[in-house]
């Protein structure tokens, strides 16, 4: 297998293959990407096709399948029961408490049917927004689907998150719907979902109804008039099993997921029913090499992207059998992950760098003690993977026979962009090369292309179907943020390097986004939660390298006359950043400083902070001021 830093596929793995020869598509899909993405499109349904494929008559505002009628949760779900998919499994679900559930795609089609009654008997209807803010547990599914298919946009805020970034999620979106559960399982404690929601309640009044799935049981605050338990709503005559789709257009929002960018406050990415369904299917199935008898498992959470396009749509597009678990990789004992590999038979696993690294920690006996034969293919995604965690992912999870697939993209980008196939040789570290159809570029500040091994900014020169549409509410920002750099270039917003095979190694983000974890963090919301806090006048964030996380947190800051510095101090700001923005953004560490590195105009230079932090020359300081 391995030569060099070069590892070719198996024969076996192209036998397998959805793309046999990599080339030869690539060629095809680059000279007419239109044509491309419309024999693509011609796999799904589709109640009347579209006029034009592609319009690009008001750049960057692209259409994707103009004129065409759809509906996201019909391809996932109504197309399938009509076959002999009706009595196959669509999810395997396992508690962190051991709790199995599994839903066939007759199951879940019911539940979402019935939900969606539910929300209707709300008052919520097309291009209303709703909150949904739950733990890895099926009702999240069946929550986002059931209003999909009344044609509601559903914003899912991620169940890591706390009171001020959900409060500010709901109160932008103008949600009156919240979907949330009583609380969620992690590493054996319970995380109160619901006291955190009522208390972002209180600083956001938008919400009418919050709807509480019962997961933990324990006693909570049920507000009459405004709360209800959803298993006595989906009991209710009103919650039948049938319920009509929405016919949507093409391109009518299906759903915003707010990320973090440069600067203010997380913005609210836009993706529709019709173009992104053709990127998210098209991808999962070349990238993952779905198979009928597949079990897939991506263990990414649903409140992020990954979740939205790979564990939620992508799989039910291609009529997949997903799994989902509740909880940590390593709860009660470091094997979990190994465990359920083998007792589902699980085919393809897909999960962050992050995921790998905390796993590699505890050593491979842990992984040994399972029989993980039945993995085909393995992936990796939010993060660049350093060369020595993808080689214990090769050779332990995978024993030297699952080829690695490195998948780089973005919340905006909706699906896959840089990444390999599974016949195609890998180098550990480097996601390959552009998927077919896909042109991207690396440039240097003058706008041209970057000699080979050169680092430069990482940007995509043709639009595709999965597109973000516009930043929600916002589209000024969505032309500033991505499309005025290098005007008719999307800007990533990472740096890159491309190799003499033309292999992309992706470097990190050039703007003040943290990876944490694999999660994306603005510096910007971890300094305003420190601000929040009476003691603090200032406060600056960075992100330095660490061994698991890739990156964590440092801040600096400036207190208040009147605060004096303490241990205890620290403590409380730590937990303060956690209690409002959650606990993965708390922060490492926290230094007092007297002041803070700044441009003439008033602008924290991070980059000095960073210099500082790492012992490296601070560059060009010329227009810091003072
Ligand atoms: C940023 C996007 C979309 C999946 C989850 C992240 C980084 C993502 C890779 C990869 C190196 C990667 C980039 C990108 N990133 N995948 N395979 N190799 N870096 O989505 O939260 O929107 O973050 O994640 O920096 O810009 P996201």
Not at 44 to 63: C, I, T
Not at 534 to 544: C, F, H, Q
Not at 572 to 585: D, M, S
């Amino acid at each position: 297998m391995p030569v060099g830093e070069v590892y070719y596929p198996s024969e076996e793995v192209i036998k397998n293959a959805n793309i046999k020869n990599w080339d030869e598509l690539n060629e095809r899909a680059t000279k007419d990407y239109e044509g491309f993405w419309e024999e693509m499109a011609n796999e799904l349904d589709w109640f009347d096709k579209w006029q034009k494929v592609l319009d690009d008559s008001n750049k960057p505002f692209y259409k994707w399948f103009t004129g065409a009628k759809t509906n996201i949760v019909y391809n996932c779900l109504d197309r399938h029961i009509k076959t002999y998919r009706r009595n196959k499994l669509a999810l395997i679900w396992e508690g962190e408490d051991g709790q199995l559930r599994t839903m066939s795609y007759f199951a879940l089609h019911r539940e979402v049917c019935k939900f969606a009654n539910v929300l209707k008997s709300m008052g919520v209807n097309k291009g209303d927004r709703v909150t949904i803010y739950m733990g890895r547990i099926p009702e999240l599914i069946i929550a986002m689907l059931a209003s999909a298919r009344i044609g509601a946009i559903h914003s899912v805020v991620y169940g890591g998150f706390s009171v001020e970034s959900l409060a500010e999620r709901i109160e932008d979106s103008d949600s009156k719907v919240l979907i949330t559960a009583d609380g969620a399982y992690q590493r054996g404690k319970i995380v109160p979902l619901k006291q955190i929601a009522d208390e972002a309640l209180q600083r956001c009044g938008t919400v009418e109804h919050v709807l509480v799935v019962k997961r933990t049981g324990q006693e909570i605050n049920m507000e009459s008039g405004r709360d209800m338990w959803y298993h006595e709503l989906m009991n209710l005559p009103i919650a039948t099993q049938n319920c009509a789709f929405e016919i949507m257009d093409a391109e009518d929002p299906l759903f915003i997921l707010y990320t973090s960018g440069t600067t203010g406050k997380p913005k609210a990415i836009l993706h529709t029913h019709g173009g992104y369904m053709v990127g998210v299917y098209t991808t999962l199935k070349y990238v993952f090499d779905i198979k009928e008898e597949d079990r897939y498992w991506c263990a990414a959470d649903p409140g992020w992207i990954t979740g939205h396009s790979y564990i939620v749509y992508g799989p039910l597009l291609n009529g997949a059998t997903s799994f989902m678990y509740e909880g940590a990789p390593n709860f009660p004992y470091p094997n979990r992950w190994w465990q359920m590999i083998e007792k589902y038979g699980i085919n393809i696993l897909y999960t962050a760098p992050t995921a790998i690294r905390g796993l590699m920690r505890f050593g491979e006996s842990w992984v040994k003690r399972h029989n993980l034969s039945s993995l085909r293919l393995l992936g990796t995604v939010g993060e660049p993977i350093n060369p020595e965690a993808w080689k214990w992912y090769f050779k332990v999870v995978g024993n030297e026979k699952c080829p690695i697939m490195d998948t780089w993209w973005q919340t905006e980008t909706g699906m896959f962009m840089i990444t390999p196939t599974p016949s195609v040789p890998l180098k550990p570290g480097s996601g390959t090369r552009p998927f077919p159809g896909i042109e991207m570029d690396i440039l240097d500040e003058n706008g041209n292309s970057v000699k080979p091994n050169e680092e430069g900014y990482l940007v995509i020169k043709t639009p595709w179907p999965a597109m973000l549409r516009t930043v929600y509410k916002d589209p000024e920002r969505y032309v500033n943020q991505y499309w005025s750099k290098y005007p008719g270039y999307y800007m990533t917003g990472d740096s890159a390097r491309r190799d003499e095979d033309g292999y992309y190694w992706i470097i990190g983000r050039v703007d003040d986004v943290i990876k944490v974890s694999g999660y994306r963090l603005g510096t910007a919301e971890i300094e305003s939660a420190l601000v929040s806090h009476p003691a603090v006048a200032e406060a600056a964030a960075i992100g330095l390298p660490h061994d698991v996380k890739g990156n964590a947190i440092y801040t600096y800051v400036i207190l208040k006359n009147g605060y004096e510095k303490s241990s205890a101090l620290i403590e409380e700001l730590r937990n303060h950043v956690a209690h409002e923005v959650g606990p993965i953004a708390k922060p490492e560490s926290i230094e007092f400083v007297d002041s803070l590195p700044k441009t003439r105009s008033g602008k924290i230079m991070r980059r000095v902070l960073k210099a500082r932090a790492l012992g490296h020359d601070p560059g060009n300081i010329s227009t810091m001021e003072d």
